[in-house]
C-alpha cells in the first residue's frame, strides 16, 4: 500500500506541470497528460509537409544501401568456421550502425 | 498437424526453461561470486574498452543530430534556443544517454557474447565443459554478467559526455548558440541521476543474460551461430526499450523525475 499511494498524488502534479508548462512527452496524448487527441492529430497535418515524408524516403533508401553494403562485405570475407561467422555478424553489426549514424548526420545537415 | 503443435510446444518450454535457468544461475552465482579468476577483468576488456570507440562515435553522432533538429524545431516556434541545452542535458541524462547507450551495446556486446557462446555450443565445447562438471552459465555468462554490470554505467557516462560536447558544438556552429548558455545544468535533479543509474544497471544486466540464453540455445553449424546472433541482437534490443519504458513509468510515478 505505500508503494502505491504516491501515484495519484504524482499523476496530479504531474498533470498540474504539464499543462502549465505545455507539452513535453506527447505521445502520452490525453491518457496522461490531458493533451486532446484532435488537438494531437491536428498538429501532425499543420507540421507535416511533402518534403518531410521526402526527407524520410532519402535517408530510409539511403541507410538500407548502407546495411546491405557494409552487411554484404563481412558475409563475403568470412574466414574460419563457426567462430569466424560470428566474428563476421558483430563486425557487420557495429559497422552498419555507425554508417547509419554517420549518413544520418550528413543527411540531416544537407537536407534539413 | 498436432505433431507439429506438439513439437512446437515442447520447444517453446524447453527454451522457456533454458531462459528461467539462465536467469536466476546467472544472478545467484553472481552473488556468491562462482566464477572463474581473472575472466572477469578479461571481459571487462572486451565489453568495456573494446566498445569506447563504438559508443564515442555513435552518441556522438547522435548528439549532434538530436541538437541540430531541436534548435531548427525551436526556430520555427519561438526562436529562443537559450533553453534548448538545459532540456538537452536533463533529457539526456535520465532518458537518451542510457538507453541508447544500451541500444549501442544490445548490438554490439550482445552479439559478441552470443556469437562466442553460440560458436562454442556448435563446436560442443560447452558439451566439454559439462564433462568436466563446469556449469556453462558459471564459467562462460556470470563473468560478461558482472562486466557489463560495471562497463555499462561508465559507457553511459562517456557516452553522455560526449553527445553534450558534441552537441554543444552543432549549438554553437550551426546556430550560433553561446556553449555558455548551452551548459546549463540547473534543471538536473537528483531524480534524473538515479533513474539514469538505474537504467544503466537493469540495462547491464539484461543484455548478457538475454544474449547468453540465445547463444546457449544455439543449434546447427555455422548458420545456427549466425541465426542465435541476430536472435540476440533483436531480444536485447527489445528488452533495452521494454526496459527503458517500465524504469521511465517507475520514475516518473514515484519521485517525478524527468518533469
Redo the contacts between chains.
Keep these: 500500500v505505500p508503494a502505491i499511494r504516491p501515484i495519484p498524488s504524482a499523476r496530479a502534479a504531474f498533470q498540474t506541470r504539464i499543462s502549465a508548462r505545455g507539452s513535453h512527452t506527447r505521445l502520452f496524448g490525453k491518457l496522461l497528460l490531458g493533451v486532446e487527441l484532435s488537438s494531437f492529430l491536428h498538429s501532425f497535418a499543420d507540421n507535416l509537409k511533402p518534403w518531410d515524408l521526402g526527407i524520410g524516403l532519402i535517408k530510409a533508401s539511403v541507410f538500407g544501401l548502407s546495411i546491405a553494403i557494409t552487411s554484404c562485405h563481412f558475409g563475403v570475407n568470412v574466414k574460419g568456421g563457426a567462430v569466424g561467422v560470428g566474428r563476421a555478424v558483430n563486425d557487420a553489426v557495429v559497422s552498419a550502425a555507425v554508417a547509419i549514424m554517420i549518413s544520418d548526420n550528413l543527411l540531416t545537415m544537407l537536407l534539413r | 498437424m498436432t505433431g507439429v503443435i506438439e513439437r512446437t510446444l515442447q520447444r517453446a518450454a524447453a527454451e522457456v526453461g533454458l531462459f528461467r535457468r539462465v536467469l536466476f544461475r546467472t544472478l545467484a552465482s553472481a552473488v556468491r561470486g562462482r566464477r572463474p579468476r581473472g575472466e572477469t577483468l578479461k571481459q571487462m576488456y572486451q565489453i568495456g574498452n573494446r566498445s569506447l570507440l563504438?559508443v564515442c562515435?555513435?552518441l556522438g553522432?547522435?548528439g549532434?543530430?538530436l541538437v541540430?533538429?531541436t534548435c531548427?524545431q525551436v526556430n520555427r516556434i519561438t526562436g529562443d534556443l537559450s533553453q534548448v541545452g538545459g532540456e538537452f542535458i536533463k533529457i539526456l541524462v535520465h532518458e537518451f544517454g542510457p538507453s541508447l547507450c544500451a541500444m549501442?551495446l544490445a548490438?554490439?556486446v550482445g552479439?559478441?557474447i552470443?556469437?562466442?557462446v553460440?560458436?562454442m555450443v556448435?563446436?560442443e565445447q560447452v558439451d566439454a565443459l559439462r564433462m568436466n562438471n563446469v556449469d556453462p552459465i558459471d564459467y562462460l555468462i556470470v563473468p560478461r554478467f558482472v562486466a557489463s554490470l560495471a562497463m555499462t554505467g561508465v559507457l553511459a557516462t562517456i557516452g553522455v559526455a560526449v553527445a553534450l560536447g558534441m552537441g554543444a558544438l552543432t549549438a554553437w556552429q550551426?546556430f550560433h548558440l553561446n556553449p555558455v548558455v548551452f551548459f546549463d545544468f540547473s534543471r538536473v535533479r537528483g531524480g534524473d541521476l538515479i533513474t539514469g543509474g538505474l537504467k544503466c544497471l537493469a540495462y547491464g544486466g539484461a543484455i548478457p543474460i538475454v544474449a547468453g540464453f540465445c547463444g546457449l540455445s544455439a543449434r546447427g553449424?555455422?548458420?545456427?551461430?549466425?541465426n542465435a546472433?541476430?536472435r540476440a541482437?533483436i531480444s536485447a534490443s527489445f528488452v533495452v526499450i521494454l526496459l527503458d519504458f517500465l524504469i521511465s513509468g517507475l520514475a516518473?510515478?514515484?519521485w517525478?523525475a524527468?518533469?
Design positions: 563504438f562515435v555513435t553522432f547522435i549532434m543530430v541540430f533538429q531548427l549501442m548490438t554490439r552479439a559478441g552470443a556469437a562466442e553460440g560458436s556448435v563446436t550551426s553449424g555455422s548458420e545456427g551461430v549466425g546472433t541476430t541482437v516518473l510515478f514515484t517525478q524527468g518533469t
